[in-house]
Every structure is written in C-alpha cells, then in structure tokens.
Nanobody, 127 residues
Framework: QVQLVESGGGLVRTGDSLRLSCLAS????????MGWFRQAPGKEREFVAA????????FHADSMKGRFTISRSGAKDTVYLQMDTLKPEDTAVYYC????????????????????WGQGTQVTVSS
C-alpha cells in the first residue's frame, strides 16, 4: 500500500504561481510512476502531468505545457507540480496518483494506470 498526501493548494489570483507537493509513504520501495490530475466542478477528471520513476521522463497535457512543470525529489518520495501563470480555468481539485512500474522510464497518461490516489488539494484562481 502507498499513501499519498497532497499539499500546497489555495486561493490565488490570475497570473500567480503555486507549487503543489505530494508526499508518498508506505511501500515506496517499489517503483512508481507518478502523475497529477485535476477535476473541476461538473467536469470529468483530467490528466495534467506525469513523471517516470527515474524523473528523467515527463509529459504534460497540451493545455498546460509551458505553464505547469512536474518534478520529483531525488529520494523519489515527493512529487511536485509547479504551476505558473494561473488562470481561472485552472480552478479544480488537484490529485496526485501513483502507478506501479517495472521500468524506470515509464510514465502513464491514463487514470486507469494509477493504483493509488491522494485525497486532493483545492486550487482556486480568482479573476
């Protein structure tokens, strides 16, 4: 089992930045690809970004490229999402997820590939 706890959300203004963190605990001796998803009110959960176990491979959704950056700590137990130039449409609950992998370079785009999820952290961007 892996437990994920997100932090760093809050209320900001258009154009501001936030950095979300996701701390993993539990059976972290296995390799996990990590990802961020978000869900706005009345909308489906949306992929934001993913990172491989090694941290060398990343992938960001097109609508967030250039504004959001995913990274992970050297200890592999913390994943970050740096969000810059925030817009009101970025308002959502942001979820961290972990998916077991056997290859250090693999990463996942689909929510179905992730086994563990955090409780989410609210990000609200005012206009």
């Amino acid at each position: 089992q892996v437990q994920l706890v997100e932090s760093g959300g809050g209320l900001v203004r258009t154009g501001d930045s936030l950095r979300l963190s996701c701390l993993a605990s539990g059976r972290t001796s296995n390799m996990y690809g990590m990802g961020w998803f978000r869900q706005a009110p009345g909308k489906e959960r949306e992929f934001v970004a993913a990172i491989s176990w090694s941290g060398r491979n990343t992938f960001h959704a097109d609508s967030m490229k250039g504004r959001f950056t995913i990274s992970r700590s050297g200890a592999k137990d913390t994943v970050y999402l740096q969000m810059d130039t925030l817009k009101p449409e970025d308002t959502a609950v942001y979820y961290c997820a972990a998916g077991r992998t056997y290859y250090t370079g693999d990463l996942y785009h689909s929510a179905h590939d992730y086994e563990y999820w955090g409780q989410g952290t609210q990000v609200t961007v005012s206009s």
